[in-house]
C-alpha cells in the first residue's frame, strides 16, 4: 500500500461510501429477505417465526416448486446453447460482410424494445389463426395444418414457446458482445497465422476460440443468471398458467407473495433463488477458470 | 483539458447544490408537517381559527386512471369542486390500474404507509388488512349528513368487521350473460332457459363458425366467477363456501363435483374462444365488444363498455340458467365493488374523512348524470329513462330489481392462498380434461393446508 503513497485514511475516505452503499441495497435487503423466509407473514400484519418450516414446505410438499426449478434450469441451459450460436454469427459476421456494423444493430434490435412489447408481439404471432395468429396462418398455407397449435395454452408446448422467444431476444445480444469480443482480437495475430497456413476455420479453432474464452464466459454467466430471474417476459405472455405449466421460480415466489399473501413463503422462495444464482456462479467461474488455463 | 476539468468541477458543485437545497427542502415540510399536526392537537380546543390557514394534503389513491372512464371523470369534477370549497386543502390523485394499485397498496401496507384514502376489495379481501389495523373506523363519519342512508340496504356488512364499516364501496354489481342479438339471428339460436339449452345454443353457434363465449381466462378470476355462478345453481342455492368454512360441507360435496362436471361439458362443447388462457380481461372483453363473440358472462360493471363500443344497441342481457333443474336464476353473483378506506394512521384523519363524506354523498347524483349509474352501490334518484340510458342498461337496471341474494366471488370469501389454488384449479379445466373428484380433491387439501 505505501507504494501508492496515499494514507490509510483516504483509502478508507474513498471506498466507504460506495462499500455503505453497496451493503445497504445489496447484502441488507438480501439478508432481510433471508430472515423473512423463515417467518409465516402475510406481508401486512402479525408475523410468527416458524424456523425452516417454509423451507421444508417447499422443498417436500410444494407441487408447483420443483417442476418450476426444472423449467427455470431448462431455461437456462437453452440460453447457454445459444451463445456458441452468437458466436458463429458473430464470426460470420467479421468475416465475410465489410460494413457489420448496421446488422449488429439489427440484430441488436429486440433488446431495446420493451419486454411487453414483445411480449404482445409474440402472443399475437402464437395466436389462433382464426384469431390472426401469424405462425399458425403459415403453417396453414404451406400445409402442415397438423402442426398448427395454441401454442401458448397447451401446457406442453407453452414453455417451449416462451423459451423461443427468449432466445430469439437475447441472440442479438450475445451477437453484440461476442463480436466486440472477436473485435478487440488484434488483426497482426491472424496475419501472422496466415503466413504460417491457418485460415479460416483452422485460424478460428487456434485464435478465436481461445482468445475469445473471457467474453464467451460473460455471455455464459449473463445468459445464466439472467434466465433464472426470468419474470417479465413469462408475466406478460403467460402470467405462468395455464394452471402453472408455464410458472418459473420467480413467478412462482411472486404468485406465493403477493397473490396468495404468503410473504414469508415467498421469501424462502427468493433466498433459494439468491442461493442456486451464487452456486452457478461459483462453478461456471470454475469451470472457465479451468478453461482460460489450458488455453493460455 | 484544464477547460473539461472546470466544466465538471461546475457539473459537480452545481450536483451538490441541487442535493442540499432538495435536503433543505424536505426538511422544512417535516416542519410544515410538524406544525400541521400540533395544529390538529389546538384544533380541538379552538376548532375555528385553526383549521383555515391549515394547509392539508390528502392523498387518493384510485382505480380510474382511464380519462375516458366516467368514474374518472366525476372523481375529477367533485375533487376539483371541493378544492374550490376549501382552498386549505390539496387532493393528491394516485391513478392506478387495479393489479398495480393492488400491489402498491400490499408494498405500503407492508411499510405502513398506506395512502390517506386507498381503495380495497370486500370481505376476505380486506381482511388481512383490518386485523393489521390500517384501517379507520368509518362509523361516525356515515352518521354525518345521513351518508349511511344513502347505501343500498346490507350493502355495508361486506365491508364490516365486529360492527364496524371500513370501507366504502363504489358500486354493487351481479353477474350476468350478456349476449349477441345479432349473432344470436344469425344462428337461430334464442335465449336459453335450462343449462341444457345453453349447451345447445354453444353447439349450434359454433357449427356456424361463431365464436360462443368470449373470456379473459389469463386473469383466471373470470372462469373463477363463471364456476360460482354453476356452483350457485348445482347447490340448489347459496352459502356452499360458508358451509365449507362452517364445516358442514368439504369440497368433495356433489354439489360441488356436478359444477365441475358442468363446466368441463361446456369447455368441451367448444364454448370459448380457442387459447382462452392466454386472453387478459380487456382482450376477453374485446372479442364481445367487437361483436366477435355471442355471449360474454361478466359482472354488470361491464354495461358501461359495452354501450361505448361497436356492439351498442345489439345487446340483450339474461339470466344465468338452471343446471339439471337445480337453482334458482334469481340468485345472482353478488359483486359488490371495490370500496374507498382510509389510513388509520393518515396525519389528517378528520379532514380526510370529511372529504370522503363529501365524495360519497355526491357520488350517485354524479354517476348518474354521466351516465355510469348503472351498478352503483348507493340509491339513485332519478329516472333513468327519461335521462337516456340505454335499453340495455335499463334491463341491467331491471335484473337488479329480481335479485334474491346469491353468493360473493370465490376469492372474497376464501383467504388468498386458498384463492390462488382454485384459481389455478379451474384455470386448468380450459386446457385439460380431469376427473370431478381430483379437483374437489385438491380444493379440500388446498383449503385445510390454509386455514391450520
Redesign the interface.
Same mark, same amino acid.
Given at each position: 500500500m505505501n507504494v501508492l503513497k496515499v494514507s490509510r485514511f483516504t483509502i478508507v475516505a474513498f471506498i466507504l461510501p460506495c462499500t455503505l452503499i453497496y451493503f445497504g441495497i445489496v447484502f441488507v435487503p438480501i439478508l432481510v429477505s433471508l430472515y423473512s423466509g423463515l417467518l409465516e407473514w402475510?406481508?401486512?400484519?402479525?408475523s410468527s417465526f416458524v424456523g425452516l418450516e417454509n423451507f421444508r414446505n417447499l422443498f417436500f410438499q410444494d407441487p408447483v416448486f420443483w417442476p418450476s426449478v426444472r423449467r427455470t434450469l431448462m431455461f437456462a441451459v437453452f440460453s447457454m446453447a445459444e451463445i456458441p450460436l452468437a458466436l458463429m454469427v458473430a464470426i460470420f459476421l467479421r468475416r465475410y460482410i465489410r460494413k457489420p456494423n448496421f446488422l449488429v444493430s439489427s440484430y441488436f434490435m429486440p433488446v431495446i424494445l420493451s419486454v411487453v412489447i414483445i411480449g404482445q408481439l409474440w402472443?399475437t404471432i402464437?395466436?389462433?389463426a382464426? +384469431?390472426g395468429g401469424m405462425l399458425n396462418q403459415i403453417l396453414e398455407t404451406v400445409g402442415l395444418e397438423s402442426w398448427t397449435r395454441?401454442w401458448?395454452?397447451?401446457?406442453k408446448v407453452a414453455m417451449f414457446a416462451l423459451y423461443f422467444v427468449a432466445l430469439w431476444q437475447y441472440l442479438g445480444y450475445h451477437t453484440l458482445i461476442q463480436f466486440t469480443g472477436i473485435s478487440n482480437i488484434p488483426a497482426e495475430i491472424y496475419e501472422a497465422a496466415r503466413i504460417d497456413g491457418a485460415e479460416g476455420f483452422k485460424a478460428d479453432r487456434y485464435i478465436t476460440f481461445p482468445m475469445i474464452i473471457p467474453i464467451f464466459k460473460i455471455s455464459i454467466v449473463l445468459a445464466f443468471i439472467g434466465s433464472l430471474q426470468a419474470f417479465d417476459m413469462v408475466m406478460v405472455?403467460?402470467?405462468g398458467?395455464?394452471?402453472?405449466?408455464t410458472d418459473v421460480i420467480s413467478t412462482h415466489m411472486y404468485?406465493m407473495s403477493?397473490?396468495? +399473501?404468503?410473504?414469508g413463503y415467498g421469501s424462502s422462495i427468493a433466498a433459494v433463488l439468491v442461493v442456486v444464482c451464487l452456486i452457478a456462479t461459483v462453478i461456471i467461474n470454475f469451470i472457465f477458470n479451468k478453461l482460460e488455463k489450458r488455453f493460455s | 483539458m484544464v477547460k473539461t476539468s472546470k466544466l465538471l468541477s461546475l457539473v459537480l458543485a452545481t450536483t451538490l447544490l441541487l442535493s442540499l437545497a432538495a435536503c433543505g427542502g424536505n426538511a422544512k415540510t417535516k416542519e410544515n408537517t410538524g406544525s400541521a399536526n400540533s395544529g390538529s392537537t389546538n384544533a380541538t380546543e379552538k376548532p375555528a381559527e385553526k383549521v383555515e390557514d391549515k394547509k392539508v394534503t390528502i392523498t387518493f389513491q384510485n382505480i380510474y386512471p382511464d380519462p375516458t372512464d366516467p368514474k374518472n371523470q366525476i372523481m375529477k369534477k367533485l375533487v376539483d369542486q371541493y378544492h374550490t370549497d376549501h382552498p386549505n386543502i390539496t387532493i393528491e390523485l394516485d391513478s392506478l390500474n387495479t393489479d398495480q394499485q393492488?400491489?402498491k397498496l400490499?408494498t405500503q401496507?407492508?411499510s405502513k404507509e398506506v395512502p390517506d384514502i386507498t381503495i380495497v376489495n370486500p370481505a376476505a379481501q380486506m381482511k388481512?388488512?383490518v386485523?393489521?389495523k390500517?384501517f379507520a373506523p368509518l362509523n361516525d363519519m356515515l352518521d354525518q349528513n345521513g351518508l349511511k342512508a344513502t347505501f343500498q340496504e346490507g350493502l355495508l356488512d361486506f365491508y364490516s368487521f365486529d360492527g364496524n364499516t371500513y370501507a366504502l364501496p363504489d358500486g354493487n354489481n351481479i353477474a350476468v350473460v350478456y349476449y349477441n342479438k345479432e349473432l344470436f339471428e344469425q344462428a337461430g339460436v334464442k335465449v336459453p332457459t335450462t343449462y341444457e339449452e345453453m349447451l345447445e345454443v354453444v353447439k349450434t353457434l359454433k357449427s356456424k363458425g361463431i365464436?360462443p363465449i368470449s373470456i379473459g381466462?389469463?386473469?383466471?378470476w373470470t372462469g373463477s366467477f363463471l364456476f360460482m355462478n354453476m356452483l350457485l345453481r348445482t347447490n340448489g342455492g347459496p352459502g356452499f363456501l360458508q358451509d365449507v368454512v362452517d364445516k358442514k360441507k368439504t369440497f368433495e360435496d356433489p354439489a360441488f363435483t356436478e359444477a365441475v362436471d358442468a363446466f368441463q361439458s361446456l369447455v368441451a362443447a367448444g364454448a370459448f374462444?380457442?387459447?382462452?388462457?392466454?386472453f387478459d380481461y380487456n382482450a376477453g372483453e374485446n372479442l364481445f365488444k367487437t361483436g366477435k363473440s355471442a355471449m360474454y358472462f361478466m359482472g354488470t360493471w361491464a354495461t358501461g363498455g359495452i354501450e361505448t363500443s361497436s356492439v351498442n344497441g345489439k345487446v340483450g342481457v339474461f339470466k344465468f340458467p338452471t343446471i339439471n333443474g337445480k337453482g334458482d336464476p334469481n340468485e345472482f353473483m353478488l359483486a359488490p365493488g371495490s370500496a374507498f378506506a382510509i389510513s388509520a394512521d393518515s396525519e389528517h384523519l378528520q379532514e380526510t374523512k370529511d372529504f370522503l363524506n363529501y365524495f360519497m354523498l355526491n357520488f350517485p347524483k354524479e354517476a348518474f348524470e354521466a351516465k355510469g349509474a348503472v351498478g352503483v352501490g348507493q340509491i339513485v334518484d332519478g329516472d333513468f329513462a327519461a335521462a337516456g340510458y340505454s335499453d340495455m342498461a335499463m334491463e341491467v337496471l331491471g335484473l337488479f330489481k329480481e335479485v334474491k341474494g346469491g353468493d360473493l366471488a370465490f376469492d372474497n370469501t376464501m383467504?388468498?392462498?386458498t384463492?390462488?389454488i382454485h384459481l389455478?384449479?379451474i384455470?386448468?379445466l380450459?386446457?385439460?380434461k380431469i376427473d370431478s373428484a381430483e379437483v374437489g380433491k385438491e380444493h379440500q387439501a388446498a383449503y385445510e393446508d390454509n386455514n391450520k
Open positions: 402475510n406481508g401486512i400484519g402479525q402472443k402464437y395466436n389462433p382464426a +384469431m395454441s401458448l395454452t397447451e401446457p405472455m403467460t402470467g398458467g395455464p394452471a402453472h405449466a404468485n403477493f397473490l396468495s +399473501m404468503k410473504y | 393492488k400491489l400490499k401496507a407492508a388481512p388488512f386485523d393489521a390500517l365464436t381466462e389469463k386473469d383466471s374462444q380457442e387459447g382462452a388462457t392466454s383467504n388468498p392462498g384463492a390462488q389455478n384449479s384455470q386448468n380450459f386446457v385439460q
